[in-house]
Each structure stands twice: as C-alpha cells, then as structure tokens.
C-alpha cells in the first residue's frame, strides 16, 4: 500500500517538476497568448530553438503543453485553460509570500499596478461606454487569439508611428501579458511623454480568464 501511495506522489510530482524551470514558467505565460510555433517562442524567451525544444518537451511530457500540425509547421499551444489558470495561481502565491519577488517587481515596474484597486468589471464598462480606451499593446496575432472585450490593438512596436490614432481626451489603460511583461510598461511611459492620461494594467489575458471575467477569443 505505502508503495501504491508514493505513486500518487511521485505522478503529481511530475507537474512540479515541469514548473520547476523559469524558462518553461515564461514558455507557459507565453503559450498563454495563444499557439506558437518552437521558433517565435525561442525568439521571445531569448533562448536557442534547440533549448526552447528541450524545454517544451517537458512540458508535453507532462501533459501541460500539446502540439499539433498546421501545413510545414507544429504549432505549440497548452493543453487546457487550466494550464493557464495554474500558470496565475502558482504567479499569484509567489507574488503573495515572497519579499524578494515583490521587490524585484518594484524595481523594474515604477507605478507598479495603479489600477490595482480598480473593479475590472468598472473599466470593462467604461470601454464599453467609450469613457477610457483599453489599449492591447500585444502582437498583433496573439490579440487575434484572444483579448479584453473592447480593445484597440497597438503593438508597443507601432505605438510611436501610430499615436495620431489615439484620442487625447480619454484615459488609456494599457495592457500586455501580465504582471511580468514590460510592453505595457514602456508604452504608458512613451504616452505620458506625449501627453495622455496613461495607466498600467498588469493583468493580461490569462489573468482577466482567470478572474471569471469575459475575453473575446477567437472561434
């Protein structure tokens, strides 16, 4: 019986295990975007393809991450929104208990998240009601695979030569992948050089899923 039950263990051990990279953490937050071929996410986890493959076997070894084929090419997504919900509970705890993590957000996120306080279901409504614009500063395809009801789709890199589209009488909530991603950072700090009323939104599609609130995603 004591046999039976280290085996219980040791398979639940197995998605510890999986988790237990920073690497394969960022892979999962980026796989929370939406399908990517092993090369778009070595390029944005800055690792080599062959590592980026090392790493996204794990993954699939432990039934967090699937494949499947589209023409030439294998597309990488995960294997369920649960991934993604545990990927921002797992973020979330760490966020909660450790120092060193909030310090280290501290440092490379200055305003932090302003909106913190704010009912999400509140901005919702006020992008429905066209009182502030929420602002995807994404690539373009992961905003086609899923985004916050109401959004404009801006790319950081974009955001410059683009800025004409913007209006300057509303308020812009800008977003991007989460709590760890900077583009939404260095895009409300380029538009409040610019002149607009600019805040930071650090939750990003898997955080606004895993809050019960609604995306639209594509069909």
């Not at 294997?79 to 120092?99: C, D, I, K, M, Y």
């Not at 614009?133 to 404009?152: I, N, Y």
Request: charged share 30%.
């Amino acid at each position: 019986m004591r046999e039976a039950k280290d085996q219980l263990y040791e398979q639940v051990a197995r998605i510890g295990k999986a988790l237990a990279s920073p690497k394969r953490l960022e892979l999962i937050e980026l796989l929370c975007q939406g399908e990517k071929t092993v090369e778009v996410l070595a390029a944005q986890a800055e690792i080599s393809v062959k590592l980026a493959s090392a790493h996204l076997k794990e993954l699939r070894l432990a039934r967090l991450a699937e494949t499947r084929k589209d023409g030439k090419y294998v597309l990488y997504r995960l294997a369920g929104t649960s991934v993604a919900n545990l990927w921002v509970n797992l973020r979330s705890e760490a966020e909660e208990r450790l120092v060193e993590l909030q310090v280290a957000l501290t440092s490379i996120v200055e305003h932090g998240d302003e909106l913190a306080g704010v009912d999400r279901a509140d901005i919702l409504k006020k992008a429905r009601t066209g009182e502030v614009l929420v602002l995807d500063v994404r690539p373009e395809v992961e905003f086609a695979t899923a985004h916050l009801p109401h959004a404009w789709s801006m790319p950081l890199a974009e955001l410059k030569k683009r800025l004409a589209e913007l209006p300057k009488n509303l308020p812009v909530v800008a977003y991007c992948r989460g709590p760890f991603c900077l583009m939404a950072k260095d895009a409300v700090e380029l538009l409040r050089r610019k002149g607009y009323r600019a805040f930071h939104l650090t939750d990003g599609v898997a955080e606004w899923r895993a809050r019960g609130l609604p995306l639209q995603e594509q069909t």
